[in-house]
């Protein structure tokens, strides 16, 4: 069935767009978590904290113009339903990235008594982007539905999903920081890590009960067998993240990138899980796929093009971070 | 107001704001290459003092056409679902271009060319700042080309009541493309060149005495008198473009009710579109039909050829379409005026010469090609009108169903946002002038000793 052009083409197309998502989550997640730690620090650190985004964060926001993008193209119809039926939460992101993003530029180039305003808007912004992309994540999981217990669920959800990007801030600024900086930010990402626990948790038990089909699609077996490692290997990843915390900083700063990709590996587990349960649905029970997909000579022409650039793009990435490797200095000027 | 009007009110202020910041990073990107070359070749430090200001002005504009950028992507789906169910087939593959190719070749290199310069080989740093302006450059010819296939559909077919691609070239291609393309890179180059002759006149008007001032106001002024005759020919050239294919536009900025040879070239009146005639005209005789059809009783196409005999406009908003035109014109009329002025004062006395009130009006102007471009913009735009795609989707029916107070209390954020931001802006870009004028003279917080990632070594 998959040798027919209009069946393999909107699944290669999900899977674009899932990659895009994910890594959107654990990119801009890093920085939209250091713009909240922002408001924790007195003024004068928050230059530091602030270098360690400054050559990533226009790339990272990309990948979210990528995902929509690619929703937009690939599963028009989907777009249409998804973003009418989240039209406040998305423009609440969307006043939150804008206010972040040109905070970050104006705040280095104000005269010094207005940057603390913008620092302020900085963490504003920040805040605001990730409890509206949380909130959205709670919408959608509970079917696009608003009624007064999801409304409350995605509340949950919302809180959770901002404090577990604190929690990759912190442990990007380990990776990125020394110092008093880095002490600073070991204490905050044991304090954030119960973020990611209970997002994980909340949309782990939640997205089941939402649907039949999904309550089946986890319990049946043989799938139960191998669905089983997804929560094990979760719960390890907590117990050992929360123990690794632990024994930072260790001498030579050995082992300051593991809390990063820990966190990364836990957003990995939990993409998963809810790509396994929302598939084959892009609205929710509602359109599948193929329901909503683009015309397969359009989706056609996307991918050769995206065949072509998206090892480019993860090519200039990488050189990217290599270029940018180590902590943050203050030689990165220009 | 419906949710219709309040829609299109939300995406004309999105996409406003929007260009303001690509007219300027599309060419400004050019414009530090030359700067970061010119450093390489001379190795005179005047040009690395030109590139270090203007780097900033860079970075900041293009935070701001980023975020606002993000904005755009999500529109479509909140308010206008109607336009990718009915050409998302067409659209949706120059839209994944545009961020496949453009979009990331631009935010990936940005870090590289603000925050690389020590971490890389010069080589690097000249490479990605290259990439950097390719990416704003490649971002313009994908936007173009889908506003353009809006304006001029060509190389599809209908089935089911969608579009389908038939011809990738005819889609891209398609007949005002070109023509649009090359106004809109000439709109950037003059909008930047004013923008840099503006801030050098201010800093001149500070006491900034130094080198790469005289350098980037001389310059800037010079290209922009070479590039202004250029781009007046590109726009008579986009304009007999659209009366081939959009006569109903031209009909609107002509301000022409009936079709007729003759027809003088009105320079103001006042459009009634519910009497259907003008109200007051001032205009020269025959001028219409010399500049479009190039012949002194040229027939020139009039708007009530554009309503159906059940009554339906088919035409756009007169009055509006009319008046943008002509403020596009006149500004650009201004630029010429302001640039061969500056050229010839060049010429005659040299940089050291020129005088305090022509300083003072190239300050004034450094913003005049924003006017243009919004003005240039609101003709084509709102002259496409009642059409989303032209022939093919209304306006009307694209729109989404979200209920009117939402839409409404969203516009009103994002007119609130947009004005702050904008003020600050342009505050912004006068600190960042003030502040290299008076250099090390203005004292400096003795707390700011980490100096941020924008900020020069000092």
């Known amino acids: 069935m998959f040798d027919d052009p209009a069946v393999w ?59 929509v993008g690619l929703l937009l193209v690939a599963f028009p119809i989907a777009h249409g339903v998804i973003l009418t039926a989240l039209y406040g939460p998305v423009a609440l992101m969307l006043f939150g990235l804008i206010l972040r993003g040109v905070a970050f530029e104006f705040r280095a180039k104000v005269p010094f008594e207005r940057k603390a305003r913008w620092d302020l808007a900085f963490f504003a912004g920040s805040a605001l982007a990730a409890v509206a992309q949380g909130y959205m994540l709670g919408i959608y999981v509970m079917g696009l539905q608003v009624n007064a217990q999801t409304v409350l669920f995605s509340l949950i959800v919302a809180g959770a999903l901002a404090v577990a990007y604190s929690f990759m801030g912190a442990a990007w600024l380990i990776l990125k ?64 993240l929360w123990r690794f915390l632990a024994t930072l900083p260790r001498p030579g700063d050995r082992g300051a990138a593991v809390p990063f990709l820990m966190g990364a590996g836990l957003f990995l587990l939990g993409f998963i899980g809810m790509a396994y349960s929302f598939y084959p649905y892009v609205v929710p029970e509602r359109l599948t796929i193929w329901q909503a997909a683009s015309a397969p000579e359009s989706l056609r022409v996307i991918l050769i093009g995206a065949v072509i650039v998206l090892p480019l793009i993860a090519g200039y990435t990488a050189l990217s971070y290599t270029v940018f490797r180590g902590k943050a200095s203050q030689e990165d000027i220009h | 107001m419906d949710s219709l009007i309040l829609s299109r009110i939300q995406f004309g202020a999105n996409i406003s704001f929007h260009i303001l910041f690509p007219s300027i990073t599309i060419a400004l990107g050019w414009l530090l290459l030359v700067f970061r070359l010119r450093e390489a070749v001379t190795g005179d430090s005047k040009w690395q ?114 579009a389908h ?116 005209e001032i205009g020269i005789p025959h001028g219409a039909s010399l500049i479009l059809r190039h012949e002194w009783d040229g027939v020139v196409p009039g708007l009530n050829d554009y309503v159906t005999a059940e009554g339906e406009i088919l035409h756009p908003p007169v009055a509006p379409v009319f008046f943008a035109f002509r403020v596009m014109v006149g500004m650009g009329m201004l630029m010429l005026l302001v640039s061969w002025t500056g050229a010839w004062l060049l010429w005659r006395r040299g940089v050291e010469g020129l005088p305090v009130w022509f300083l003072r009006v190239t300050t004034a102007m450094s913003l005049s090609g924003w006017v243009a471009v919004l003005a240039g913009w609101y003709t084509t735009e709102i002259g496409r009108q009642p059409w989303l795609v032209s022939g093919l989707l209304m306006t009307r029916d694209a729109v989404s169903p979200v209920a009117t107070p939402m839409v409404a209390s969203t516009l009103i954020g994002y007119l609130t946002l947009y004005v702050v931001l904008l003020i600050a802006y342009v505050m912004t870009l006068l600190h960042l002038a003030r502040r290299a004028a008076h250099g090390q003279r203005l004292p400096r917080d003795p707390r700011d000793v980490t100096p941020s990632p924008l900020q020069p070594a000092e």
């Open chain 2, 49 to 162: 003092r030109a590139y270090q200001f203007w780097v900033k002005v860079f970075a900041l504009s293009f935070g701001l056409g980023v975020v606002s950028g993000i904005t755009m992507s999500f529109q479509f789906g909140t308010n206008w679902p109607g336009f990718m169910e009915t050409v998302g087939n067409v659209a949706g593959p120059l839209l994944g271009y545009e961020v496949l190719t453009a979009f990331f070749l631009e935010a990936g290199f940005l870090g590289i060319m603000l925050y690389g310069s020590n971490r890389v080989p010069g080589w690097l740093h000249v490479l990605a700042t290259v990439l950097v302006a390719v990416g704003t450059t490649l971002s313009a010819f994908w936007i173009i080309a889908l506003n353009s296939w809006m304006q001029t559909p060509t190389g599809y077919e209908i089935i089911g009541g969608v």
């Open chain 1, 177 to 240: 920081t020394s110092g008093p900086i880095q002490l600073k930010a070991i204490t905050w990402a044991r304090r954030g890590l119960w973020g990611l626990v209970l997002g994980l948790a909340a949309v782990s038990a939640a997205t089941p009960l939402v649907s039949i089909r999904i309550w089946q699609k986890w319990t049946e077996l043989p799938a139960i067998l191998w669905l089983a490692p997804l929560p094990i290997l979760s719960l390890a990843l907590i117990i050992g």
């Open chain 1, 9 to 67: 083409l909107p699944f290669v197309f999900a899977a674009l767009m899932g990659l895009a998502i994910l890594i959107y989550v654990i990119l801009d997640g890093f920085d939209l978590g250091i713009g909240m730690l922002v408001i924790l620090t007195p003024p004068e650190e928050r230059d530091t904290l602030i270098s360690t985004i400054g050559p990533f964060w226009d790339a990272n926001e990309t990948w979210l113009v990528l995902a």
């Open chain 2, 165 to 280: 691609a038939t011809s990738w070239r005819e889609v891209i291609f398609n007949p005002s493309m070109p023509y649009r393309l090359a106004h809109m890179l000439l709109a950037s180059a003059m909008t930047v060149l004013f923008l840099v002759a503006g801030l050098s006149a201010y800093r001149r008007l500070q006491g900034d005495r130094s080198r790469e001032v005289v350098a980037t106001l001389k310059g800037a002024l010079v290209a922009a008198a070479v590039l202004i005759p250029v781009q007046i020919y590109v726009g008579d050239a986009h304009g007999l473009n659209t009366l081939q294919y959009q006569p109903q536009k031209i009909a609107a900025m002509e301000g022409n009710w009936e079709t007729g040879p003759a027809k003088p070239l009105l320079l103001f009146a006042i459009p009634d579109q519910e009497q259907r005639r003008n109200l007051f």
